[in-house]
């Protein structure tokens, strides 16, 4: 700070007030020039001090709030299907008074993922970790959170004609199918739409050596888990889904002849993950603000929602974090 130099600027006012011998209308123009003086400087001094309270608050209005308030969401079908997603939403705004408008693109993995790495979409829900993955490696999505797993399972008719009860594993049961398919005694139906459900199928089918594409009794949807899950129904057919898509439908009485049939903790387990963007499009604070808060509540109070509202259907990873991570990883390497 600089020193005050008595030289330098007028004597103290209160000096001025003086008036001087025989000088009265002199001395009353002296004392109104000292009053204005006065009053312009406490002016300044007051509006120098509004105008650093008032610009400290709207620099901090800029950091804190976005500016925008509505952002293009991608998301694998079962996530948006079963409700979640919107419960996350909602709640993330009665908490953080934010009132952003998500947009959501409910798609398979695979397309979800091809939306982030073009900054078609700036947030992504999926699982597929081999593709994740690749696009991380590539540079194009930035993972923000594991947030939560469940397990795929093999459904089909209760007569199960391809006895894929008795199989030792996913891979057996699948061999299991496309045996009873070759003889004509059993369908599957497959996503067909590189969703994560479909990723997963694809990489149980390359473990047996057998190709089923094109084989009379292999169908294909095209569409969502629960689609594909009313389709299987209704023809008597295997298909492979996770776990929280065939509740959600068991629950409401939509399905009425497919039964859960084989399980797999080696080859099944399904782990939900939260990704960012790294598009020019979407590279900027407020879409980054609003991502990491989102993760953050997700890591958070959506744990809650998923242990209380959800588990069984989507469990949350909070105390399994360690374990879900290896999962993650030793699922990248199944191709």
Known sequence: MKSFDKNRYPRPAITLLKPRQGCRASGGKSMRKTLLYVAFIIIVIIAGIAGYYIGRHYSEK????????????????????????????????????????FNVLAKGSGEALRLLADGSACIGFVHAPSPELQYMNQGKIMRLAIFGYNEFVVVGPSSDPANVRNASDSVDAFKRIYEAGEKGLAKFVSRGDQSGTNIRELQIWNLTKLNPEGRPWYLKSGQGMAQTLLMADNLNAYTLTDIGSYLNLVNQGKLKNIVILKRDPLYLVNVYSMYLSKASSCDNPYTWYIALKLSDYILNGGQDLLSTKYKGLVNPVRGNESLIEQAWHALTRLG
Do not use: K, R
């Not at 509505?70 to 979640?84: D, E, K």
């Open 62 to 101: 800029t950091v804190e709030t976005p500016q925008q308030n509505s952002i293009v969401i991608a998301t694998t079908t079962s996530l948006y299907q079963i409700g979640i997603l919107n419960d996350f939403f909602n709640n993330f705004n009665n908490l953080t008074h934010m009132n952003i408008t």
